[in-house]
Nanobody, 122 residues
Framework: QVQLVESGGGLVQAGGSLRLSCAAS????????MGWFRQAPGKEREFVAA????????YYADSVKGRFTISRDNAKNTVYLQMNSLKPEDTAVYYC???????????????WGQGTQVTVSS
């Protein structure tokens, strides 16, 4: 069983940066693929980024490539999402999620955090 708690959201101006953290509890954290998703009001939950347990494979949505960086520290049971050059359209609730097998659809992830709000003002 994996429990996830996100932090680091907030209000930032366009062009600014935020770093989200996701603290995981559970003895098998290192065996999971960790992903970040986001959901804006009235929109479906969408894939942002994912990282495999060995850090050998990293995946990004086209909308965030070159601006966001996902990383993980298995020793700390934590996954990060560094977000740079933020745009108003990045405004959403950001969720951390875990799955045994990589996928870019939210339905494939078994464990979810409660979400953290990111608001980017223009």
């Amino acid at each position: 069983q994996v429990q996830l708690v996100e932090s680091g959201g907030g209000l930032v101006q366009a062009g600014g940066s935020l770093r989200l953290s996701c603290a995981a509890s559970g003895r098998t954290f290192s065996s999971y693929v960790m992903g970040w998703f986001r959901q804006a009001p009235g929109k479906e939950r969408e894939f942002v980024a994912a990282i495999t347990w060995s850090n050998r494979r990293i995946y990004y949505a086209d909308s965030v490539k070159g601006r966001f960086t996902i990383s993980r520290d298995n020793a700390k049971n934590t996954v990060y999402l560094q977000m740079n050059s933020l745009k108003p359209e990045d405004t959403a609730v950001y969720y951390c999620a875990a799955t045994r097998t990589y996928g870019s659809t939210w339905q494939g992830y078994e464990h979810w955090g409660q979400g953290t709000q990111v608001t980017v003002s223009s």
